[in-house]
């Protein structure tokens, strides 16, 4: 008889073993010839030694796929254990296209061909713009690609920005500090981190400024450099604040900037600067441009049909504008 003792440094093994070790228990169930045990994050195995290093590669695939996502169904872990390949392109937690592995399994990736190709450009260019409607998921995707650079190293820290513009409603007298008063604006930025990164970590992150969210206005007089910038509700800003956002790219820092020409909440008084900015910057290499139409909305599917409805009844009032 050999013994083997496994150590579990890079996942919870709370998460390993299970609720009131319920995981555990499976385990011992589908090696039944082994004597399993469990003592803090290591693994204390006792049998033949064929059947310690078929377990073994079975613990190595879990704790890949626990790397990978942050947690384990019942059901994975028993198709893991009943002979699955992990690495099989249907199955999908392996899947080369994934962005990144959310929260409870969560798959984080493409989905449509615009954010595919919003992807290559982003991997192709140091700045890009993604325009496009509501719900064709250019914030989230953004999101997903800084996530995905600050997990593989190629960053050291996120910065998510957007113009703390109103949308037609007042959020000046909610009660609260600035910080309270400022995060409404900034709650889609959080939703789309709240998908992907697990809380404590989000949180370590976030008291440890890897990742900061902060108004638009709170990027004035900064260099950032080794970071993923994400400018989002570009058209909120004007031709100077854009300026100002772009002035402060590092020699190794990305951006993207995201907006929605269709959805301007800046005040009468105020033009948005995006359309001019892109004008502008058009042609220079190193910066790309993306469109999204409501093909690419991953909403609800009344979405979609609510935004061609809403382009229809502008063309017509453009039209109208026209002939008078």
Known sequence: ????????????????????????????????????SARGNKIIVAGAQEDLEIFSD???????????????????????????????????????????YGNNGMLVRARTENQQKMVELSEENDILFAMGPAGTGKT??????????????????????????????????????LKEKIDPYLRPLYDALDDMIPADKLAYFMQNRIIEVAPLAYMRGRTLDNAFMILDEAQNATTL????????????????????????DLPKNQQSGLRKTMQILDGIKGIGMIHLSADDVVRHRLVKEIIKAFDKDAEREQHFKDKN
Request: net charge positive; glycine share 6%; hydrophobic share 40%.
């Open 140 to 177: 989230y995707t953004a999101v997903a690609l800084a996530v995905r650079a600050l997990k593989n190293k190629s960053v050291k820290k996120i910065i998510l920005t957007r113009p703390a513009v109103e949308a037609g409603e007042s959020l000046g007298f909610l009660p609260g500090d």
């Open 58 to 100: 079975k613990v190595h695939q879990l704790v890949e796929y626990l790397e990978r996502y942050g947690k384990i169904s019942d059901q994975h872990l028993e198709e893991i254990l009943h002979g699955r390949n992990p690495y099989e392109t249907n199955f999908p937690q392996f899947q080369d296209n994934v962005l990144v």
């Open 241 to 264: 604040q854009l300026k100002m956002f772009l002035t402060r790219i590092g020699p190794s820092a990305q951006c993207i900037i995201t907006g929605d020409m269709t959805q301007i």
């Open 1 to 36: 008889m050999s013994e083997l003792t496994i150590k579990l440094e890079t996942v919870d093994p709370v998460e390993f073993f299970g609720f009131n070790n319920n995981k555990l228990k499976i385990l011992k169930k589908e090696f039944s010839r082994l004597n399993i």
